[in-house]
């Protein structure tokens, strides 16, 4: 069944997370987890379903975790499904992707094993039968995270061992940039990108996602995307520091923050944070970052 959600009254714009657990190698919830779903489901309001997002830890290859990630979507959305037309009801621009092992957005293994469901708490609706739109999983323009984004193939992977590690309950894991303030700058720590290019490695995802949601629930804030390179004094001849301040700014743009809010700047290795040249690689991923200066609030 497919929806689109004609709102009456006003819509709050706060955006929701709710995360869903699964265990090790599963695509369905374990009990207890299950009860837990069910309480969120069940929960007296109105939702409207943004994006719902499926990740794996990194055991087994690419390929399988890419199905299993997609079949964990399936089943929280299969559940929501049941919800509908009397709690929940899918955005017009419904966004559903997969990331597989591709993005690890927590260091332990059992916080990747999840399904997070974005969504607003509504007031008043009345549903009229659309299409739902099913974005293929981008990064940002031209920058896929899968050639092949399709849920289901055929898997011929051995199973891993049972992993023994229990669930863990519902978290909000709590946006770092929520308490920024005018003139605070923010280093966009593990931001990464191919060797001197603006294209972003996957597991850079969740931060350009992090910023891409607070600017989504703020819309008053400004900022200022400021890049730096390491390594080298003077001169950066190939502009990277401001090719990569630009890649942030065209992520943002293109999921639809006004430009007029964005603005870039590249200070090259002017403002190295440890003395250049620096003694290791990690004082050399400290000076090539991109930071966030907050303009307006």
């Excluded at 929520?178 to 700058?185: H, L, P, Q, R, S």
Aim: aromatic share 12%.
């Amino acid at each position: 069944m497919k929806y689109v959600l004609l709102l009456f009254g006003l819509l709050l714009s706060a955006q929701e997370k709710a995360s869903f657990y699964f265990d090790f190698d599963q695509d369905t919830f374990n009990p207890k987890q299950n009860e837990l779903f069910m309480s969120w489901l069940n929960k007296d309001q109105n939702r409207e379903i943004l994006v719902i997002n499926g990740y794996c830890d990194w055991y087994g290859t690419f390929d399988y975790n890419d199905t299993l990630a997609y079949k964990r979507i399936n089943t929280v959305q299969e559940q929501l499904k049941t919800k509908v037309n009397s709690s929940i009801f899918f955005s017009e621009n419904l966004k559903i992707k997969g990331f597989g092992e591709r993005v690890q957005t927590r260091k332990e293994r059992r916080y990747n094993r999840r399904v997070d469901v974005f969504y607003k708490v509504i007031p008043n609706k009345i549903i009229v039968e659309k299409p739902v739109v099913y974005d293929d999983p981008v990064v940002y323009t031209g920058q896929k995270i899968s050639d092949d984004p399709k849920p289901f193939k055929q898997i011929d992977t051995e199973l891993q061992p049972v992993d023994p590690e229990e669930l863990v309950h519902l978290e909000a894991i709590p946006n770092r940039y929520e308490n920024a303030k005018v003139g605070d700058k923010l280093v966009m720590n593990n931001l990464y990108f191919y060797d001197r290019s603006g294209i972003f490695v996957p597991e850079s995802l969740p931060v350009m996602e992090e910023l891409l949601q607070f600017m989504v629930t703020h819309p008053k804030v400004k900022i200022e995307i400021q890049g730096h390179i390491c390594c080298q004094l003077g001169e950066d001849p190939e502009d990277i520091a401001l090719v990569r301040a630009i890649a942030v700014h065209n992520y943002l743009v293109a999921n639809d923050i006004d430009d007029t809010r964005l603005q870039y700047k590249s200070f090259g290795s002017t403002q190295p944070i440890h003395k250049i040249p620096e003694k290791n690689e990690k004082e050399r991923n400290e000076n090539r970052r991109v930071e966030i200066l907050i303009l307006e609030n």
